[in-house]
């Protein structure tokens, strides 16, 4: 991210911040367009939240977009022994991160890259995490839904991605934000990346019923109907979180409940049928591809 502490840097914070108050965004908006904002001060506090939010841990390869002086990379390999990469458009910015990566010795995990945010290989992300203004925000958006894998996490200090929303959020007293932006207080947000499930599907319960399954889907949210032999049935508590997939229908005089992940084109789970003794196995494939609406 575009940030650093101000314990560390506090002459480039300094600058910084005047330039802020002094500059209006109209005359620098194209700028904050192209480099997702200015340098600006994060405490450690922020940072460290981020990643317990995310889950980070040792088998994580974490990602981020406008990484500055590269605090949450080096912070993830060294408190919570996770690899990762940063990228930043600043070459300086850059260097500072790898050299300090030497200095704590995780220069084998942590690695920094200049590059622009929008050609990245996203490809080996488990958590991408983000300190990006909101027009570069949402202009990301369809990059980071299009190539993160399904369930990757993705955190946000302070802005969002529109009407993509988050799975959760959190927001907490930050006093030393104050002097940077007038509020004392920060907000991360949390997203799980959603699997692609809008289309048509034949579910198969074992030894039982088959159903056709019809989704509609906004980033995470999803909508549905259900046919079985012909006969429509209501769907409910459609669920959709990283590659995990839940819904109920109704049975008889209760409500059967499917869960299940979402894995290569295919589903498979359980399903508790009111008065079974064990759960039963169910399996679906997908008999028509649909359109997930992420404008």
Known sequence: MRVTTRSEYPGRALTCLLAALALTCAAHAADDFKTGGPYVPTPQVVV????????????????????GDGVIVLTAAKQFKAAGMGVD???E???????????????????FLQQDVFKADLSRASVLTLYLLPPMMLSLRPKIFNELKPG????????HL??????????????????????PQATIYLW????????????????GETYELNLRQRFQVVEGSVAAGGKPLRAQQLKLRGSEFSFALPDGKGVARFSGRVRDG????????????????????RTAAGAVNIN
């Open 48 to 67: 460290d939240q981020m990643l317990r939010m995310a889950g980070v841990g040792e088998g994580d390869f974490v990602i981020d977009l406008g990484s």
């Open 89 to 91: 458009i600043d070459p």
């Open 93 to 111: 910015l850059v260097k500072l991160s790898n050299d300090t990566a030497r200095v704590l010795g995780v220069a084998d995990r942590a690695r």
């Open 152 to 159: 990757v996490r993705v955190v946000s200090h302070d802005y």
């Open 162 to 183: 529109g009407e993509w929303e988050p799975d959760d959020q959190i927001s907490f007293d930050v006093p030393e934000k104050e002097s940077v932006n007038g509020v």
């Open 192 to 207: 799980r990346v959603p699997a692609r499930v809008a289309g048509k599907w034949e579910v198969r319960v074992a030894g």
């Open 266 to 285: 295919a589903m498979e789970g359980v399903v508790e049928k009111p008065g079974a003794r064990a759960p039963a196995r169910w399996t679906a494939v």
